[in-house]
């Protein structure tokens, strides 16, 4: 039967932004473009202030807040939308639209908090300048941070609950590009003006708090700027919060009118006009807005730029000689730059801290142009990363024949590279950059944190996608049943819920020592087993902690590889079609060749003994998991991958072969 004559739903249909062939293509490119300088643009915002010390203050750490939180929204809801466009296809089973109501809501509700917490910081910044540094200390941003993500969360689960405990076994023609709660709610068979009353109060309650710490912190900010005797003053305060109050206006303004004001069914498409504003327009406008006339980021902007001609200038003349340490070139690095600059405003420099509130990362290079090469490198690399594994996904999404669970489980695989990479490789590129290795203790460990999540979830979706494998060849008759859509999300879920909770473990064990002595690391991230050569006591136990957690993270896993490739040699070896044995070892060659990589680097990293003090070893094995096995996954599940290629050129042909209307 077609998919309007459903009775029960397991899948909703996106009517999109428009049927008509053309507009779908113009659309997809222009929501592309859009995407790109998307992330571009906050990606840039987190660079620069890891870059310039003079920006990691309160005001720009929850400035990289909002950039990170905008980026993981467009990631998530814009290749979606762009799979849509370019399939023409708007099919979303059901699982997913819960997943993407509870992301969605999750991200909303942490960006109208963490607006009224920007708010509340302008507010001590101007109102209270003599103890500002003070009440907002490092510790005092981060737990807000934490809260504003944390209440996120919670909303986003009672939501998701509230909204899909009703039956949907009417029509599932969705008249949006995307899941979003009001709409979805509208196709619920039983009555939803319980839940609808819920649902507003606790949207009511998301926008008064932050809405009212917002208007309270800009009326005494209004009410002390009056009486401000300097007009420079008066124009400073200003211009600090102007950026702010245009973000919350446009923000709370599509919010309110999304969630607060009484639609009527006569008008199903201002939900879409509305709804193309926040999740496309808004996210590229955010970074524009706060650095169109931020003279603190042109500062910093002008300020990279001029060491880099300078430095630039220096390597293509003869280089200054002198001696440091006998025999090294004169380099002029990015940090020693903004030390003569802070020297001028009688501000300390960053190589005389006795207690390691930071650490510094020796990198990759000291030479200026190796720096600069690497940069360049790194940064095609990162793209080249993000755009392959984005297509594997969109590839995926776009076609109904790679709704499979290899496919579903390949997907899970290129967001974790996703995420890795996006973890790692922006800071090492504006260390780059900058010729500046400074990371704070906490934005160590937080490192450290997504680092572990990443891989340990890795290491066990290598083990599922083996197994899974394994069902497909040994048990071909009960596979489709066996490996259902509910058993694919409980099989990523855990994954993921195990990268979560080994990875809290490992950062307890490391950080719970203290770091008193040097805070030099040598390696370019902060990678666990390096780090914790630093501690000031004795780490034996924790080594053995770590030892112990490493070696089950990757027992369990290769043992479930193991285990699985044995019975699919031995089934394969049984069939009688030459056809069939190069087909069954087809499907999993790719997936061999990622796990002996994989495996292979993690194994030197963490379970082979390692000199002290640590060598250039951990560096190299390092650079290659980090930056090149993130680029390499997407090429080799598809370089021989026929039906990738067969879905590739069904996309072209759309594209290039469509009849126009």
Same mark, same amino acid.
């Given at each position: 039967?077609?998919?309007?004559?459903?009775?029960?739903?397991?899948?909703?249909?996106?009517?999109?932004?428009?049927?008509?062939?053309?507009t779908q293509i113009l659309l997809f490119i222009v929501i592309l473009v859009v995407y790109i300088l998307t992330l571009m643009g906050n990606l840039i915002i987190i660079m620069l202030v890891q870059a310039?010390?003079?920006?990691?203050?309160?005001?720009?750490?929850?400035?990289?807040?909002?950039?990170?939180?905008?980026?993981?929204?467009?990631?998530?809801?814009?290749?979606?939308?762009?799979?849509?466009?370019?399939?023409?296809?708007?099919?979303?089973?059901?699982?997913?639209?819960?997943?993407?109501?509870?992301?969605?809501?999750?991200?909303?509700?942490?960006?109208?908090?963490?607006?009224?917490?920007?708010?509340?910081?302008?507010?001590?910044?101007?109102?209270?300048?003599?103890?500002?540094?003070?009440?907002?200390?490092?510790?005092?941003?981060?737990?807000?941070?934490?809260?504003?993500?944390?209440?996120?969360?919670?909303?986003?689960?009672?939501?998701v609950c509230c909204t899909f405990r009703h039956a949907y076994c009417g029509p599932n023609h969705i008249n949006h590009f995307m899941c979003e709660m009001p709409v979805v709610l509208k196709l619920a068979c039983d009555d939803t003006h319980v839940t609808e009353a819920i649902v507003f109060v606790m949207a009511a309650m998301v926008l008064v708090v932050p809405v009212f710490v917002i208007l309270t912190s800009y009326g005494l900010i209004l009410y002390s700027v009056l009486?401000?005797?300097?007009?420079?003053?008066?124009?400073?305060?200003?211009?600090?919060?102007?950026?702010?109050?245009?973000?919350?206006?446009?923000?709370?303004?599509?919010?309110?009118?999304?969630?607060?004001?009484?639609?009527?069914?006569?008008?199903?498409?201002?939900?879409?006009?509305?709804?193309?504003?926040y999740v496309v327009v808004a996210p590229l406008l955010n970074p524009i807005i706060y650095t169109l006339r931020n003279k603190d980021v042109h500062k910093a902007v002008a300020k990279v730029l001029r060491y880099l001609f300078q430095n630039w200038k220096e390597e293509f003349s003869d280089f200054d000689l002198h001696t440091r340490g006998g025999h090294e070139k004169k380099v002029l690095f990015f940090e020693d730059y903004q030390r003569e600059e802070y020297r001028r405003d009688n501000t300390m420099g960053a190589e005389n801290f006795t207690s390691a509130t930071e650490f510094v990362l020796e990198g990759l290079s000291h030479h200026r142009k190796t720096q600069l090469l690497l940069f360049g490198v790194i940064l095609l690399t990162y793209l080249l990363t993000v755009a392959g594994n984005a297509a594997v996904i969109l590839l995926v999404r776009s076609d109904s024949r790679l709704h499979t669970p290899m496919y579903f489980f390949l997907t899970n695989l290129s967001t974790i590279e996703i995420c890795y990479a996006?973890?790692?490789?922006?800071?090492?590129?504006?260390?780059?950059?900058?010729?500046?290795?400074?990371?704070?203790?906490?934005?160590?460990?937080?490192?450290?944190?997504?680092?572990?999540?990443?891989?340990?979830?890795?290491?066990?979706?290598?083990?599922?996608?083996?197994?899974?494998?394994?069902?497909?060849?040994?048990?071909?008759?009960?596979?489709?049943?066996?490996?259902?859509?509910?058993?694919?999300?409980?099989?990523?879920c855990t994954c993921w819920t195990a990268g979560i909770l080994f990875s809290m473990i490992y950062v307890c064990v490391t950080f719970r020592h203290s770091y008193c002595g040097s805070n030099r690391i040598n390696h370019f991230i902060c990678e666990m087993p390096v780090v914790l050569k630093l501690a000031c006591g004795d780490t034996r136990v924790s080594q053995a902690i770590v030892f112990v957690m490493a070696a089950t993270?990757?027992?369990?896993?290769?043992? =479930? +590889?193991?285990?699985? /490739? %044995?019975? $699919?040699?031995?089934?394969? #070896?049984?069939? @009688? *079609?030459?056809?069939?044995?190069?087909?069954?070892?087809?499907?999993?060659?790719?997936?061999?060749? =990622? +796990?002996?990589?994989? /495996? %292979?680097? $993690?194994?030197?990293?963490? #379970?082979?003994? @390692? *000199?002290?003090?640590?060598?250039?070893?951990?560096?190299?094995?390092?650079?290659?998991?980090?930056? =090149?096995?993130?680029?390499?996954?997407?090429? $080799?599940?598809?370089?021989?991958?026929?039906?990738?290629?067969?879905?590739?050129?069904k996309v072209l042909r759309r594209h290039h072969l469509e009849p126009k209307i």
């Open positions: 039967m077609g998919a309007w004559n459903f009775t029960s739903v397991t899948e909703f249909i996106l009517e999109g932004l428009s049927s008509h062939r053309n310039d010390s003079s920006l990691q203050n309160p005001m720009y750490f929850f400035l990289t807040n909002l950039s990170s939180l905008e980026i993981c929204y467009v990631a998530i809801m814009q290749p979606q939308i762009l799979a849509h466009l370019l399939s023409g296809n708007g099919m979303i089973s059901y699982t997913r639209c819960v997943v993407q109501v509870f992301v969605v809501l999750t991200l909303g509700t942490v960006e109208c908090f963490l607006l009224g917490i920007m708010a509340y910081d302008r507010y001590l910044a101007i109102f209270h300048p003599l103890t500002y540094a003070v009440v907002m200390s490092k510790l005092r941003q981060l737990q807000l941070a934490s809260i504003c993500w944390a209440i996120g969360l919670l909303f986003g689960v009672i939501y009486h401000m005797k300097s007009a420079a003053g008066r124009r400073k305060a200003f211009s600090t919060c102007a950026s702010h109050l245009v973000v919350v206006t446009v923000f709370y303004g599509t919010v309110i009118s999304m969630y607060m004001i009484p639609r009527s069914s006569a008008s199903p498409n201002r939900d879409k006009q509305i709804a193309v504003f996006t973890s790692t490789e922006p800071q090492m590129m504006a260390h780059l950059l900058a010729g500046n290795g400074v990371i704070s203790f906490t934005g160590c460990a937080l490192q450290v944190f997504a680092v572990l999540i990443m891989g340990t979830a890795e290491c066990f979706l290598l083990g599922v996608m083996a197994y899974d494998r394994f069902l497909a060849i040994f048990h071909p008759l009960t596979y489709a049943v066996t490996m259902s859509k509910s058993r694919q999300w409980q099989l990523a993270v990757l027992v369990i896993p290769v043992l =479930v +590889v193991l285990t699985s /490739y %044995g019975f $699919i040699v031995f089934s394969v #070896l049984k069939m @009688r *079609s030459t056809t069939s044995q190069r087909k069954a070892f087809s499907t999993c060659a790719s997936h061999l060749i =990622v +796990v002996t990589m994989f /495996y %292979g680097t $993690i194994i030197s990293m963490y #379970l082979s003994p @390692r *000199s002290n003090p640590p060598s250039n070893h951990d560096k190299r094995v390092a650079v290659f998991y980090t930056v =090149v096995t993130p680029l390499l996954n997407p090429v $080799i599940y598809t370089l021989r991958n026929k039906d990738v290629h067969g879905a590739a050129a």
